[in-house]
C-alpha cells in the first residue's frame, strides 16, 4: 500500500520538545518535496514547515520560525518535524504532505499521511 506513515505524536509539556515522522511506505521520498501542516479545532489548515526534494531549501511561517526544524533522511525515506519549545496553541493533529517536485513522468504526484495528535499542555 502507498502510503506515509507518522508516528511521534503525543502528549508534552509547554517549553517542551517533540520529534514527528513521517516515512514512505511502498515508494521513495527521494524526488518528493514534503510539507507538516497542522489543524487545531475549529480553525483551518495551517502549513507550518516545508523542505524541498533536495533537502536545500525549507521555509516556515512566523508562527513557528526559530522553534520547528524539518528535515529529511532519504536513506531512510523518512522526513521528520522537531519541534522544540512548544505552547498550547502548538496543539493540533499534524500532517505530513509528499508531492513529487522532480520533473518526471508522474510530476505532482502526492499522498498524505493520516495525522498523528500533538498536545502541548501541563
Known amino acids: 500500500q502507498l502510503q506515509l506513515v507518522q508516528s511521534g505524536g503525543g502528549l508534552v509539556q509547554p517549553g517542551g520538545s517533540l520529534r514527528l515522522s513521517c516515512a514512505a511506505s511502498?515508494?521513495?521520498?527521494?524526488?518528493?518535496?514534503i510539507e507538516w501542516f497542522r489543524q487545531a479545532p475549529g480553525k483551518e489548515r495551517e502549513g507550518v514547515s516545508c523542505i524541498s526534494s533536495s533537502g536545500r531549501v525549507t521555509n516556515y511561517p512566523d508562527s513557528v520560525k526559530g522553534r520547528f526544524t524539518i528535515s529529511r533522511d532519504n536513506a531512510k525515506n523518512t522526513v521528520y518535524l522537531q519541534m522544540h519549545g512548544l505552547k498550547p496553541e502548538d496543539t493540533a493533529v499534524y500532517y505530513c504532505?509528499?508531492?513529487?517536485?522532480?520533473?518526471?513522468?508522474?510530476?505532482?504526484?502526492?499522498?498524505w499521511g493520516k495525522g498523528t495528535q500533538v498536545t502541548v499542555s501541563s
Open positions: 504532505y509528499a508531492q513529487i517536485t522532480k520533473w518526471r513522468y508522474d510530476y505532482g504526484t502526492s499522498y
Open positions: 511502498g515508494f521513495t521520498l527521494d524526488d518528493y518535496a
